[in-house]
């Protein structure tokens, strides 16, 4: 699986952002692709992740409300659409996936992520 993720930018407190993670190669049906961040001198994060059929979603609770990841199958890519972005989203936002195998329970868990894409720096100013 190769995944590429566009979108980032800098964006004043408050505003709105759309990140886009296109995947390519062998996925199934069970796949999850989620979005991670990592802020200078932090650990990455968990952000989002959703199941490639059915659509199932889960958020980290510091962006639950605020953040929608989506997918659009035909095309094969998944979105994160951010508002009401805040200083402490500045990040660098990765798209990743997993083999398939991954149970609901552990769709937050970053070891699960086998497939990386390249990270898009997102930046929100005061």
């Known amino acids: 699986v190769q995944l590429q993720a566009s979108g980032g930018g800098l964006v004043q407190a408050g505003g709105s952002l759309r990140l886009s993670c296109a995947v390519s190669?062998?996925?199934?049906?069970?796949?999850?692709v989620g979005w991670f961040r990592q802020a200078p001198g932090k650990e990455r994060e968990f952000v989002a992740s959703?199941?490639?059929?059915?659509?199932?979603?889960a958020y980290a609770d510091s962006v639950r409300g605020r953040f929608t990841i989506s997918r659009d199958n035909a095309k094969n890519t998944v979105s994160l659409v951010m508002n009401s972005l805040k200083p402490e989203d500045t990040a660098v936002y990765y798209c990743?996936?997993?083999?398939?195998?991954?149970?609901?329970?552990?769709?937050?868990?970053?070891?699960?992520?086998?497939?990386w894409g390249q990270g898009t720096q997102v930046t929100v100013s005061s």
């Open positions: 990743a996936a997993d083999s398939g195998t991954t149970i609901w329970s552990e769709a937050k868990n970053i070891m699960r992520y086998g497939y």
């Open positions: 190669g062998r996925t199934v049906s069970r796949t999850l």
């Open positions: 959703i199941r490639w059929s059915g659509g199932s979603t």
